[in-house]
Structures are given as C-alpha cells and as structure tokens.
C-alpha cells in the first residue's frame, strides 16, 4: 500500500510537471487611457483605447480619430462593420465616462484641476490551452489607475471591490451596493470576455496558417516583421503612456466601463 501510494504521488507530479511544460497562456486585455487635459507629447492623446490579444495589439481608437479601427489583419476581415461601428460607440461613451470621473477625483482629492492628472483602466481575462487546445480560464482582471498608482480592483472570487487607495474607498462602498454591476463584471470577466479570446485566437490562428504558406515565399525578416508588428505597436504606445504619466507626476509637487459600468466613481 505504501509503495502504491508513492506510485500515485509520482504519477500526480508527472501530470502537472507535463501541464506545466505544456499549458500555454493567452491574454485578451483592453486598456483604457484618459488625460484630464490634452498632453503636448507627441503620441499621446487625450483618451486612449486599446484591444491587445497575447500582448499583440488587434484593436485601437483614440481621441482624435474618434473611431475603433482594427490593427490585425484577420480582424478587419472577419468581423463585420457593425461590430466596429458598435465599437465606435461604446468607446465614444467610455471617453466621456472618464471625462467626468476625473473631474470627481480631482475633486475628492482636492487635487487643482489646472495640472494634468490621468486616469487608466484595464480588463480583460487569462487562460490556459492544454495539449489538446482546450482553452480554460484562468483568472479575470478589472482594475483602475489613477496618477499612475494603483486606485481600485476587483475581487473576481469574493465579487467585491477592493481599495487600494484611501480615496478609492467611496467608489468601493458605491459599486459594492450595485449587485447588478458585480454580477456583469465576473460574467463578462468569465464568459464573455472567454468567449471572444476564443474566437480572436481561431481567427488569428487561421491567419498564421495562411501567412506561414506565403512566408516560404517571403525572406525570414520580412516573415518575422509580418508576426510581429502588432506586439511592437503595443509596447511601443504604452511606453509612451507610460513615460508620459511619470513626466507628469514630476512635474507636480504632489503624487500623482461597459454600459452597465457607466457609474460615477
């Protein structure tokens, strides 16, 4: 019985050594970036939008285009004009959300609305693909930002909002009290946002078939640059952003939704 239960044991740890060196990790993410004014850097704008699949970006609007626009390939061609022109206008509506909760903020924390302050939110889900390309969730996220230090997240298990922030502690009270908002968050967070990672990496899977066919007419840099460009483009307009929000917290003396997440802060 003993050398039995050895034998078990071994066999568990097997599994998960071969999960582990097997199971790849995917990521659909939105980030959501808003300025309380206008920043003279270049490359930064007053709100920002962004869709990032696997860290590779697939989606983008921004302030002064005032309109979502696919960053991939396969996205522009297999989703239909109504998915953008919603798109459109979820993001339009998202702006003036954050246009609003930071002037809030600035007021809660007696903050002077002359300096620039900013305000980020991203969500979005993480999952696991087996050997066999099932594809399980992981873990949800859905977290804000504010003048660059963390403000506010959700508790995906226990479904509350936690603050991290003396001033975040208001908006946790309020949106604790909206059961309804609670619920379409951990749902979108677990299904719907599941959902469509599932369907972005089918698409971007079948697009990859296609380029890995016409790559062996394509020179091995040209081939990479094809792949990869769309990461580089994300990690290059956050760097931004980000470099941005540190310029402007040194500048100052002091620290720096989905339609049913439309509530003030």
């Known amino acids: 019985m003993y050398h039995f239960f050895i034998f078990i044991q071994k066999t568990q740890q097997i599994k998960w050594?071969?999960?582990?060196?097997?199971?790849?990790?995917?990521?659909?993410?939105?980030?959501?970036?808003?300025?309380?004014?206008?920043?003279?850097?270049?490359?930064i704008h007053e709100f920002t939008a962004m869709g990032l699949l696997d860290n590779r970006m697939i989606d983008y609007y921004d302030s002064s285009v005032q309109k979502k626009i696919p960053k991939q390939d396969w996205m522009k061609e297999r989703l239909q004009p109504e998915y953008w022109d919603k798109g459109t206008q979820s993001r339009q509506s998202k702006q003036?959300?954050?246009?609003?909760?930071?002037?809030?903020?600035?007021?809660?924390?007696?903050q002077t609305s002359n300096d620039t302050h900013v305000l980020q939110w991203m969500h979005g889900c993480v999952a696991n693909e087996d050997e066999?390309?099932?594809?399980?969730?992981?873990?949800?996220?859905?977290?804000?930002?504010?003048?660059?230090?963390?403000?506010?997240?959700?508790?995906?298990?226990?479904?509350?909002?936690?603050?991290?922030?003396?001033?975040?502690?208001?908006?946790?009270?309020?949106?604790?009290?909206?059961?309804?908002?609670?619920?379409?968050t951990k749902g979108y967070l677990e299904k719907e946002c599941m959902e469509w990672m599932k369907t972005f990496l089918k698409y971007s899977t079948e697009q990859e078939q296609v380029l890995h066919t016409a790559n062996h007419r394509l020179p091995d840099d040209d081939a990479t640059l094809l792949i990869a460009g769309g990461?580089?483009?994300?990690?290059?307009l956050i760097v931004c952003v980000a470099v941005a929000i540190v310029l402007l917290k040194k500048k100052r003396k002091y620290r720096m939704f989905r339609p049913i997440s439309f509530i003030t802060v």
């Open 231 to 236: 990461a580089v483009a994300a990690v290059v």
């Open 96 to 110: 003036q959300w954050f246009k609003v909760n930071i002037d809030i903020l600035i007021n809660r924390m007696r």
């Open 132 to 184: 066999h390309g099932n594809i399980q969730f992981k873990r949800g996220m859905d977290m804000y930002n504010y003048d660059g230090d963390d403000f506010l997240a959700f508790d995906d298990e226990r479904q509350v909002w936690v603050a991290a922030a003396d001033a975040a502690f208001p908006t946790k009270r309020k949106w604790d009290d909206v059961t309804a908002l609670k619920d379409y």
């Open 17 to 43: 050594l071969f999960l582990l060196l097997f199971a790849v990790e995917h990521s659909l993410t939105y980030i959501y970036t808003a300025f309380s004014h206008p920043v003279k850097l270049p490359g």
